[in-house]
């Protein structure tokens, strides 16, 4: 059985009129240097995509997880970009590249990556999801719909080689070196519940079959915390294996019907829908936003990628469109107040904090009665 390895590695290098898409010499330079990559033999194949403002790497390969050679390969293009894109003056030209020098592969340097090792099945389809102005737990409520939730995926109740269900491996994004968990469905739904719901902190890092069969996987890079301070949102991709035993392609992107509500958009710092589009609307305008995801899918053959189809760029997607810009409008009418702004500790990575340590002197342990005295009211008073 042929063993492949799918690897997306994305960076956000630079944009044109803003944070807004990655311009079209940028994704010249990619398919350039990619194309190179396979006649030296580094990856099989490729395909280059923009979600808003980052730059998609979709490449297969027989190296395996964390290969030295392919992340070079990425963060070669990565940087060559961000020189050619800072010589060419692009927004935020370079802002994923966070630090100087290569150390082995792409983790922990800015850019994001998903990979999974495969046996091909006797035909292989899969969807690469890529999102722009948002976290990685915006994939938590999809993916657990598509994998855990008999409402979403009618193949875990009719289809015996779903039936036994899921495990899922949750990374604690928020501790300094990353820890795990394996949590199996249905029976540890609720457990798997109590960490997914909370977004920031827990995220899905990969799904399995009970067999152990690969099914998904998902970028959980957090920039901020290479960072260590706010530089934009992490902006985060995932890739899902369908059919024959896994759920159907339909109802992975069932899923993604509700424009469910995540963490990004404005600033990286508002609550907004997450909007399904399709490539020619791969670009976040509207308060830089609202978040959108894209999806393409493909045929894995031998090692070489068949597609993709633009999934989402279809009318049955148009209602999810129209309830996303009606959520988007609704929540944009709350400004700068929470819910629609992320609560404090969500804000405490963004540019917020430098605004409220101003005020910390003033505040007082006594009530403060103003004395008026700025004001001369002599005239009215009498
Ligand atoms: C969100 C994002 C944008 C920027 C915003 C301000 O992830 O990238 O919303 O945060 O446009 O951009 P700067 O600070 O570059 O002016
Ligand atoms: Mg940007
Ligand atoms: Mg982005």
Not at 88 to 101: N, P, V
Not at 226 to 245: E, L, M, T
Request: proline content about 5%.
């Amino acid at each position: 059985m042929v063993k492949t390895t799918i690897s997306v590695i994305k960076a956000d290098i630079g944009s044109l009129a803003g944070h807004v898409i990655v311009p079209d010499f940028l994704m010249e330079l990619a398919r350039k240097r990619l194309k190179e990559g396979v006649q030296k033999g580094i990856i099989k194949d490729f395909h280059v995509a923009n979600a808003g403002d980052d730059l998609e790497l979709i490449m297969t390969h027989d190296k395996g997880e964390g290969n030295e050679e392919v992340h070079k390969l990425a963060w070669d293009i990565f940087n060559e970009g961000a020189k050619l894109g800072r010589e060419k003056k692009i927004y935020a030209a370079g802002q994923d590249i966070l630090s100087d020098t290569f150390s082995g592969n792409v983790r922990g340097m800015g850019p994001g990556s998903a990979e999974m090792t495969i046996e091909e099945r006797k035909s292989e389809p899969i969807v690469v999801f890529m999102a722009d102005k948002t976290e990685p737990g915006a994939y938590n409520y999809p993916l657990f719909k598509v994998f855990a939730d008999p409402f979403n995926t009618a193949g875990l109740v009719i289809d015996p080689n779903l039936h036994q269900g899921f495990t899922f491996v949750i990374q604690d994004i928020k501790r300094d070196t990353p820890h795990y968990v394996a949590l199996d469905c249905p029976e540890e739904l609720y457990d798997l519940l109590a960490l997914l719901g909370s977004t920031g902190r827990y995220t899905i890092k990969k799904i399995y079959r009970r067999d152990g069969l690969v099914a998904a996987s998902v970028s959980t890079d957090k920039l901020y915390q290479v960072a260590g301070k706010y530089i934009g949102k992490d902006d985060p991709v995932a890739i899902v294996r369908a059919h024959s035993g896994l759920p159907a392609m339909g109802e992975v992107l069932e899923a993604f019907t509700l424009p469910h509500l995540v963490a990004g958009w404005m600033r990286g710092s508002h609550i907004g829908p997450l909007m399904p589009v399709g490539m020619k609307d791969s670009r976040c305008t509207r308060f830089d936003g609202p978040p959108r995801v894209i999806a393409l899918g493909f045929q894995v053959s031998n090692g070489m990628l068949l597609g993709p189809v633009d999934m989402f760029e279809d009318v049955a997607f148009d209602i999810s469109r129209k309830r996303a810009m009606e959520a988007a409008d609704y929540l944009r009418r709350h400004g700068p107040f929470m819910p629609h702004r992320l609560d404090d500790e969500s804000m405490e990575y963004t540019t917020l904090p430098g605004v409220l340590k101003k005020l910390e002197s003033r505040f007082s342990d006594k009530e403060i009665v103003p004395t008026g005295k700025a004001a001369d009211n002599s005239d009215s008073a009498e």
